[in-house]
């Protein structure tokens, strides 16, 4: 009888052990089948909603006697004057470069889309026109000299004081009376 009974207990342990693996390797594909489904969600959300690249800022500078030819992706040529520095930030949405020092801007016209040029404590924006723009921070003024089209001229912080520029005229921005004058250029 003891025999018998040891018999069913091991019969009985070896079943425990038989149904243990199988459930441990239910459990395996139970898992299998959860890191399947996470990883095909994390796939189709980054295909669905891909990740913004970040906007590339790139700098050009020119030292004494040098000057540098530009052409933005949008087709907008930029003449850098000798010991300038133009930084723009390479986006889809906007078009805005930062001058310190002397540039010829022709820029390419998309009506949708304006071109703006911070230089100094002043902003210009631009649909589609060829001008110059002077801003060299030890002087007492910025310029802009307009060849071709229009633009707005403007203190940076405060825009109440813009003049629009047509083709032929000047604008001036004296730094200490914050003031903008607009003038004929003699050609």
Do not use: C
């Not at 890191?35 to 980054?46: K, N, R, Y």
């Not at 790139?58 to 030819?69: A, F, K, S």
């Amino acid at each position: 009888a003891w025999e018998k009974l040891e018999q069913r207990l091991a019969v009985t342990k070896d079943s425990k052990a038989t149904s243990a693996k199988i459930i441990g390797l239910s459990n395996f594909k139970r898992l299998l089948q959860v890191a399947a489904i996470f990883l095909m969600v994390a796939i189709g959300s980054l295909l669905l909603f891909p990740k913004k690249q970040t906007p590339e800022l790139l700098t050009y500078q020119t030292g004494d006697e040098e000057i540098l030819e530009l052409l933005l992706p949008d087709s907008s040529r930029i003449i850098l004057n000798q010991n300038s520095l133009l930084t723009y930030l390479q986006e889809d949405e906007k078009r805005k470069v930062s001058l310190r020092g002397e540039a010829w801007f022709n820029v390419q016209h998309l009506a949708d889309l304006p071109f703006e040029i911070q230089s100094g404590a002043t902003k210009t924006v631009v649909l589609g026109t060829a001008f110059n723009v002077r801003a060299y921070p030890q002087e007492g003024k910025i310029e802009v000299s307009v060849a071709r089209g229009k633009v707005a001229f403007s203190e940076k912080e405060n825009l109440a004081n813009t003049t629009l520029l047509p083709a032929g005229t000047e604008g001036i921005f004296y730094k200490n009376e914050k003031k903008v004058v607009k003038e004929n250029r003699e050609n």
